[in-house]
T-cell receptor, first 117, second 113 residues
Framework: AQSVTQPDIHITVSEGASLELRCNYS??????LFWYVQSPGQGLQLLLK??????LVQGIKGFEAEFKRSQSSFNLRKPSVHWSDAAEYFC???????????????FGQGTILTVHP | KAGVTQTPRYLIKTRGQQVTLSCSPI?????VSWYQQTPGQGLQFLFE???????NKGNFPGRFSGRQFSNSRSEMNVSTLELGDSALYLC????????????FGQGTRLTVV
């Protein structure tokens, strides 16, 4: 069964500092990989996705993520955090066509990001 | 292009009642998935519908059901509500079945009292 681990429940950074949110997954092959962001009381917004190809993917709002097959990781990074980035971030995996869980996203538990001025 | 629309945004129901939540996907999208979000269990997959057919189902009791109409709009129903069903229910739409890119609505906050 596929699973996702986000080791950090809560991260606090200062505005302007760099950010890295960790994500590790368990899946038989290379899954589809996603990062979503959720503001309080809101739905999920897709930041970026990885399907294949270049292992460094660029997303919206200045975010990027790097897929590392050997480490089963898909960490999210941003070089300079803005106060508006404060939110909860979710890593998710999805099965590729033919997988038994095709059509389902499995999410990590989320990382809450607090940004200090 | 309008996003994913979920109605209602908030609901308060009593234990034992049933509830129906609605989701209108992005125009042209044919896949709708439903997720339950709670503080304890996080985001959990309920089911996915594509072209009016349930393609995949999560590990939830039979009290949770859904359907999709020919215009791709979807409804989910929860019967015999329990306190533990209190959650944010999120709907996501995709152009095709299988997670190529899912767009989420703002959710329906269900409170069971």
């Amino acid at each position: 069964a596929q699973s996702v681990t986000q080791p950090d429940i809560h991260i606090t950074v200062s505005e302007g500092a760099s950010l890295e949110l960790r994500c590790n997954y368990s899946y038989g092959a290379t899954p589809y990989l996603f990062w979503y962001v959720q503001s309080p009381g809101q739905g999920l917004q897709l930041l970026l996705k990885y399907f294949s190809g270049d292992t460094l993917v660029q997303g919206i709002k200045g975010f990027e993520a790097e897929f590392k097959r050997s480490q089963s990781s898909f960490n999210l990074r941003k070089p300079s955090v803005h106060w508006s980035d404060a939110a909860e971030y979710f890593c998710a995996v999805g099965a590729r066509p033919g997988g038994t869980s095709y059509g389902k996203l499995t999410f990590g538990q989320g990382t809450i990001l607090t940004v200090h001025p | 292009k309008a996003g994913v629309t979920q109605t209602p945004r908030y609901l308060i129901k009593t234990r034992g009642q049933q509830v129906t939540l609605s989701c209108s996907p992005i125009s042209g999208h044919r896949s709708v998935s439903w997720y339950q979000q709670t503080p304890g269990q996080g985001l959990q997959f309920l089911f996915e519908y594509f072209s009016e057919t349930q393609r995949n189902k999560g590990n939830f009791p039979g009290r949770f059901s859904g359907r999709q109409f020919s215009n791709s709009r979807s409804e989910m129903n929860v019967s015999t509500l329990e306190l533990g069903d209190s959650a944010l229910y999120l709907c996501a739409s995709s152009f095709n079945s299988g997670n190529t890119e899912a767009f989420f609505g703002q959710g329906t906050r269900l409170t069971v009292v």
